[in-house]
């Protein structure tokens, strides 16, 4: 007896552990059918994110597909920025590690600006150099 109370927080860790991954599973297949229609794309816990020509579409991963659905387009876009711990930074000149991570895009026509969340700081700054190019060039 005294086993099978031993085994059977294991047991329910393991179910855990398979609905959680499933979930993921479920969140990834939502997103690869989601992202066919853009030109660039990527995916993460915080956010997606898909451009297709100058026009940038992001919002929350699920299980069915992304909600929370926003499109801005580059051609309204007058700076990007890097934004690290709620400090902002140079694109051309990152910190080597943080712990929230996004990209801001301040609007030229108004005082509004999105920030759009990265898990991963390398990413981050590579989608902010491609879509600095797109915007300059």
């Known amino acids: 007896m005294e086993r099978g109370l031993f085994w059977l927080p294991l047991l329910a860790l393991f179910i855990w552990l398979a609905w959680a991954g499933w979930n993921e599973y479920q969140k990834l297949e939502a997103y690869r059918i989601w992202a066919q229609k853009f030109d660039r794309a990527k995916y993460d816990i915080y956010a997606v ?4 020509g100058c026009d940038l579409t992001w919002g929350k991963p699920t299980r069915q597909e992304p909600v929370n659905l926003q499109t801005f ?57 491609a879509l600095q190019q797109d915007l300059s060039g």
């Open 73 to 129: 387009s580059l051609k309204d876009v007058g700076d990007i920025r890097l934004i690290v711990d709620d400090r902002a930074y140079n694109l051309a000149q990152p910190p080597e590690k943080g712990r929230t991570i996004s990209l801001e895009f301040l609007f030229s026509n108004s005082l509004n600006s999105v920030r759009i969340p990265f898990t991963q700081l390398a990413l981050a700054v590579q989608w902010g150099n």
């Open 49 to 52: 994110l898909g451009q297709k």
